[in-house]
C-alpha cells in the first residue's frame, strides 16, 4: 500500500502513529491445538488398547496424505543433488529451473504437477494441515493414554474397588477446599492429592504416582501444596481426573515431609493478604483473597451462590484478567508493546524489551505460583508466556496463535486439563474476547455507542454468548442477570485487583501499610459482592435449563437465534422496547404476574412445598403475606425465591428443624428483605459449626432465637401446632440433662392450651445418636381443618419413640416424608398416620438414592398420592376434605 492510501485510511491528513494494516488472521495453530485436545480428551478415559488403535489410525492416515508430497520432496532433493542445485530456505533455487521447466510454482509449492495433469487445487491443498492435525490428535492420545495408564497403575483402584483401607504416602497438590462430605460432626474437606507410596502388610510396598481426592476434617485446612502426609484411611472409587476417594480418618494429619520453601513463601504472601483484610466488612474480607490469589477459604456458601447466580464466579476463580491487568501495568496496552510509545511502567525506568519480556516471565511464574495451578491460571500463563516471547524476539504479538499455541502445550503437559469445564470455559471466554467481541465493539460503535462501552458491552455479551451453553451442561442452568452483572462489576476488578496484589506485596515488610492498601481494595471489593448479591436477589436471576450436552447444544441454538434477531432488531425500535421490558419481567417477576402466567401458586393454598434441591424448606399460610416457615434448604437463593412466589413478606415463626446444613443452610434468604419474628431450634446444637452459623445469622437480622420446648402447643390466627417431639435430649454416652425446659417465649404467639392426645407422661429422655434424632416433629391443624405431619429426618428409632410418646396420633391429611424419603422409615408410624398426600423433598439426581423405591411403594400401598420436588418442583396444597389436591408447579423456571 502506498502512503497516500494509509494517510487516507488513517481518517487525519497526516495518517496514523502506527499505520501498520493488520492482515489474515493466523489460525494455523488452532486446528492442531483443537486435535491435540481432543484427542487427549478420548484417551483420559479410554482403555490402552482403544488409545493404542486410535493413536495407529491417526499417523497413518497423516502419513497418507502427506506420503505424495514427501515422496515428491525426496526426488526433488536426489535430484537437486545430482544437478548440483542449491535451495534457500524459503524455495529459492539457483542453477536450476522449477519442476514443469515454465518458471512457475504449483499451488502445492513443489513446482511438480500430480499424475495425470491435476494439481494440488481444491481440497487436496489442505491435506498438509489436516496431517498436522492427526500427528497432534496422536500426541494427545499418547499423553491421555500414559496419563491414564499412571493413574491405573498400582493397586490403588483394585482397592478402591472393594472399599479396603490402605496405608499411604501421599504430596498435597491443592489447597484443601470446604466440602459438604459428613462425617466428622464439623467442616470438612477436599483435598487434591498423589499417592506415591502404597504401604502394604509387613514390608511390602508399592511405588505410585496415582492422583487422589482426600476428605478430611478441619485440621488439614492449613497444609500447603507439596506437604508429604502418611495417611490410613478406607479408599473409594472415583469418576473423572483421579483414580479414587480417601476418606481420612478424624484428628491432625501425620506429616512426613515439609512443603518446599517456594511453597512456603507462598503460603505466607496469600496467609499476609488473609491477615491485611481481616478487618474489611464480611463481603470484602471474604472475597478480596479469592479475588487477588483464587482463595476461596471465606467466602461463605451464600456468597458463592450468589456468584454463581450471576456468572461471576470467574473473578473468584483468578482468570486471565488478573494476570492481564499486572503485565499491562507492566508492558501496557497489548497492541502497543511493541511500539516506541508502548505503556507501562517499564519505558518509564528505562528496561529494554526483552528485559521487559524476561521480568514479565518472572512475574507470570509468579503468578502461578502464588495464584495456584488452576485450569484459568495455566491457561492465562501460558498465552502470557508465548506473548512475553514474541516480545523479546521482536515479532509481532498475535493472541490468537498464542491461545492455541497455550492450549496444544497444557493439554499435553496436564492431561487432566482436557475434560476440565474450567479449562473448557477459560478458552472460550479467552477465544471470544479475541474473535467475536471486536465485531460486536466495531458494530455497536457504528450505532453511536462510546467506544470503551461499546468494548465492554460486546467483551461480555461475547463470553457470556460462548460459555453459556457449558454452563447450562454441567448446571442445568442459565443466568438471565450475567450480563449486566458482569459490566457493573468489571470497572472494579482491575482497582481491587492492583490494590489487592500491593498488599500482598507489602505484607511481609509493612503490615500496617497492607492494611491500609487491604482497605482501599475493600472499596471495589464491596462493590463486586453488592452486585452478586443484588442481582442473584432477583426472582429471575436464573431459569432452570436442561442438563447434559443435549441442553448445551440447544442453548447455543437458542444463543445463535438471538444474536441473528439481535443484529435486526435497531430496525425495529418499538421490537426491540417490547423484548427488553419482555427480559426485565422475567428478571423482576412481580408475584401477581408470576401468579397470572404460571397459575402457581394456587389461590387459597395453604401449605407449600419449596424445591430446593437436597434439602427440607415449608410453608405453612399464616394470613395475607405471612406464613410459618418450617426450615430453609441447603442455600439463600432457592427459598427466597420460592418465598418471593408465593408472596409471603412476614414470617412470624421460623422453625429449624435440626442443625444438618441442608435445613439451615439458605436461612439468610428467608431473612433477606422479610421480617422474620422468632426463630425456634432444637435444643441439640449439633453440627456446632451450623448451630453457630444460625446464632450469627439471626444476631445480624436481630431476630431472637428460642429452643422448642417438648409438648408445647402454640396457635396463631386459625393456625395452631405442636411440638412432639423431641424430648430433652442428650448425645450417646453422655450424662442426662437437668430438668426439663418449660416451652420458651415466642412474640406473638400464644399458648393454644392442652394437647388432644393423651399426655405423654413424665417425660422421656431421647438419647440421640445424631442430629436426625433431635429434629422438631410438628403436628399442624389450619383454619380450614387440614393435618399435616412434619417429622423432619426422624430416624426409625426417633419415629417409634415418637409413636409410642403419642398413642393417639392418628390419620392426617399430609406428610412431609421424613428423611427426603430415604429407606429408613417406620412402617408403624406410616400405618398410624396413613397420609393422603405423602410430600417428598429431594434433590434430582442426588447421590443418596432418594427418595427409596421402597418407601414410595409403601406410601402409595396404603393410599397416599406421592408427589416429589425432584420431578414435579415446589407442590402447593390446596383444599380439604373431598377438595384436597396437591399442585405442582413443575421443573420449569
Same mark, same amino acid.
Given at each position: ?56 489410525? #491417526? ?37 536450476? !529451473? ?8 504449483? /499451488? ?12 494440488? +487445487? ?25 496419563? /491414564? ?46 499417592? =506415591? ?23 488439614? +485446612? ?160 501460558? #498465552? ?54 471486536? $465485531? ?44 449486566? #452483572? ?57 431459569? !432452570? ?64 412445598? #419449596?424445591?430446593? $434441591? ?65 426463630? !425456634?431450634?432444637?435444643?441439640?446444637? =449439633? ?13 445480624? $437480622? ?14 396463631? $390466627? ?76 426422624? =430416624?426409625?428409632?426417633? !419415629? ?25 422409615? =417406620? ?67
Amino acid at each position: 500500500m502506498i502512503r497516500p492510501d494509509v494517510h487516507a485510511e488513517a481518517g487525519h491528513r497526516l495518517g496514523a502513529a502506527n499505520p501498520f494494516r493488520e492482515g489474515p488472521t493466523d489460525l494455523r495453530l488452532v486446528g492442531p491445538a483443537l486435535g491435540a485436545w481432543a484427542g487427549t480428551a478420548a484417551a483420559v478415559n479410554a482403555s490402552a488398547d482403544v488409545a493404542g488403535w486410535g493413536m495407529v489410525l #491417526c499417523l497413518a492416515v497423516a502419513g497418507v496424505l502427506v506420503a505424495p508430497t514427501a515422496g515428491r520432496a525426496l526426488a526433488r532433493w536426489l535430484a537437486d543433488v545430482k544437478a548440483g542445485v542449491r535451495r534457500e530456505p524459503d524455495g529459492a533455487e539457483y542453477g536450476g !529451473q522449477d519442476g514443469d521447466g515454465d518458471g512457475e510454482v504449483n /499451488a502445492d509449492g513443489d513446482g511438480v504437477t500430480e499424475p495425470g495433469g491435476r494439481s494440488d +487445487q481444491g481440497i487436496w491443498r489442505y491435506r498438509g494441515a489436516v496431517a498436522a492435525v492427526l500427528v497432534c490428535a496422536a500426541a494427545g492420545i499418547v499423553a491421555g493414554g500414559l496419563h /491414564a495408564a499412571e493413574a491405573r497403575r498400582g493397586p490403588l483402584p483394585a482397592l478402591a474397588a472393594e472399599y479396603r483401607y490402605a496405608t499411604v504416602e501421599l504430596v498435597v497438590r491443592a489447597d484443601p477446599r470446604a466440602t459438604r462430605s459428613p462425617g466428622w460432626g464439623g467442616p470438612s474437606f477436599a483435598v487434591d492429592a498423589e499417592v =506415591e507410596r502404597v504401604l502394604g502388610p509387613g514390608s511390602g510396598t508399592a511405588l505410585v504416582r496415582t492422583p487422589v481426592l482426600v476428605i478430611a476434617p478441619a485440621s488439614w +485446612q492449613g497444609l500447603l501444596p507439596s506437604t508429604r502426609v502418611r495417611v490410613t484411611g478406607r479408599l473409594a472409587p472415583a469418576d473423572g481426573a483421579v483414580a479414587a476417594v480417601l476418606k481420612a480418618p478424624g484428628g491432625p494429619p501425620r506429616v512426613t515431609g515439609a512443603p518446599t520453601a517456594v511453597q512456603r513463601l507462598a503460603g505466607g504472601l496469600r496467609s499476609g493478604l488473609r491477615t491485611a483484610s481481616g478487618g474489611l466488612a464480611p463481603d470484602a474480607r471474604a472475597l478480596l483473597p479469592g479475588l487477588v490469589v483464587g482463595d476461596t477459604s471465606r467466602v461463605t456458601p451464600e456468597l458463592k451462590a450468589a456468584f454463581e447466580a450471576t456468572d461471576l464466579t470467574h473473578l473468584m476463580a483468578v482468570s486471565g484478567s488478573n494476570l492481564a491487568i499486572m503485565l499491562a501495568l507492566l508492558v501496557g496496552a497489548p497492541g502497543r508493546a511493541l511500539l516506541a510509545e508502548r505503556g507501562g511502567l517499564a519505558p518509564r525506568l528505562g528496561i529494554s524489551l526483552r528485559a521487559t519480556a524476561l521480568l514479565g516471565g518472572a512475574l507470570t511464574l509468579a503468578f502461578v505460583v502464588v495464584c495456584r495451578p488452576e485450569p484459568s491460571v495455566l491457561r492465562a500463563a501460558a #498465552c502470557g508466556l508465548v506473548a512475553l516471547l514474541a516480545i523479546a524476539t521482536g515479532r509481532r504479538r498475535s493472541l490468537i496463535p498464542a491461545l492455541a499455541a497455550a492450549v496444544l502445550l497444557l493439554v499435553l503437559y496436564a492431561p487432566e486439563l482436557a475434560r476440565s469445564y474450567g479449562f473448557l470455559l477459560s478458552v472460550l471466554a479467552t477465544g471470544a474476547l479475541l474473535t467475536i467481541a471486536p $465485531g460486536w465493539a466495531a458494530a455497536l460503535r457504528r450505532r453511536g455507542v462510546p467506544d470503551r462501552l461499546a468494548e465492554v458491552l460486546a467483551a461480555a455479551g461475547a463470553a457470556q454468548a460462548v460459555c453459556a451453553p457449558v454452563v447450562a451442561v454441567f448446571a442445568e442452568r442459565v443466568s438471565l442477570v450475567a450480563v449486566p #452483572c458482569n459490566l457493573l462489576a468489571e470497572p472494579a476488578v482491575a482497582l481491587a485487583t492492583v490494590a489487592g496484589f500491593a498488599a500482598l506485596a507489602t505484607a511481609p515488610i509493612a503490615m500496617p501499610a497492607a492494611k491500609f492498601l487491604a482497605w482501599c481494595a475493600g472499596w471495589p471489593t464491596g462493590w463486586i459482592a453488592s452486585v452478586a448479591r443484588t442481582g442473584a436477589a432477583l426472582p429471575g436471576a436464573q431459569s !432452570q435449563w436442561p442438563g447434559g450436552w443435549r441442553g448445551g447444544l440447544l442453548l447455543a441454538l437458542v444463543t445463535g437465534v438471538a444474536v441473528f434477531i439481535a443484529r435486526r432488531l435497531p430496525r425495529y425500535p418499538w421490537a426491540a422496547a417490547a423484548l427488553a421490558l419482555l427480559v426485565l419481567l422475567a428478571v423482576v417477576r412481580p408475584a401477581p404476574l408470576t401468579r397470572l402466567v404460571t397459575g402457581w401458586p394456587p389461590p387459597g393454598w395453604s401449605y407449600a412445598m #419449596c424445591d430446593v $434441591g437436597q434439602g427440607d424448606a415449608t410453608v405453612i399460610a399464616a394470613g395475607a403475606g405471612s406464613a410459618v416457615v418450617v426450615d430453609t434448604g441447603p442455600e439463600p437463593l432457592a427459598v427466597d425465591r420460592c418465598l418471593h412466589e408465593l408472596g409471603v413478606k412476614r414470617v412470624p415463626l421460623l422453625l429449624l428443624t435440626h442443625f444438618h446444613a441442608d435445613h439451615v443452610g439458605g436461612l439468610t434468604g428467608v431473612l433477606r428483605g422479610r421480617s422474620v419474628g422468632v426463630i !425456634q431450634t432444637t435444643g441439640f446444637a =449439633e453440627p456446632p459449626d451450623q448451630a453457630a452459623f444460625v446464632r450469627r445469622a439471626a444476631a445480624v $437480622g436481630d431476630v431472637p432465637v428460642v429452643t422448642a420446648g417438648y409438648g408445647e402447643r402454640r396457635a396463631l $390466627g386459625g393456625l395452631s401446632w405442636e411440638v412432639l417431639w423431641p424430648p430433652p435430649t442428650r448425645r450417646a454416652g453422655l450424662p442426662g440433662p437437668g430438668p426439663v425446659p418449660g416451652p420458651s417465649p415466642l412474640p406473638g404467639l400464644v399458648p393454644d392450651g392442652p394437647s388432644p392426645l393423651p399426655g405423654p407422661g413424665p417425660g422421656p429422655v431421647l438419647v440421640a445418636d445424631g442430629p436426625n434424632d433431635a429434629s422438631v416433629t410438628l403436628l399442624v391443624h389450619t383454619a380450614a381443618g387440614l393435618t399435616l405431619l412434619l417429622p423432619g429426618d426422624l =430416624e426409625p428409632p426417633s !419415629q417409634q419413640a415418637l409413636l409410642r410418646g403419642n398413642p393417639g396420633l392418628g390419620r392426617v391429611d399430609v406428610l412431609k416424608v421424613a428423611h427426603h424419603g430415604s429407606a429408613h422409615q =417406620e412402617p408403624a408410624l406410616l400405618r398410624a398416620v396413613r397420609p393422603r398426600l405423602a410430600l417428598i423433598s429431594v434433590g434430582r439426581g442426588n447421590r443418596y438414592g432418594h427418595p427409596a423405591p421402597g418407601t414410595v411403594a409403601v406410601l402409595r400401598a396404603r393410599g397416599a398420592a406421592v408427589l416429589r420436588t425432584d420431578v414435579d418442583g415446589a407442590i402447593a396444597v390446596t383444599g380439604v376434605g373431598e377438595s384436597l389436591r396437591a399442585v405442582p408447579r413443575g421443573r420449569g423456571p
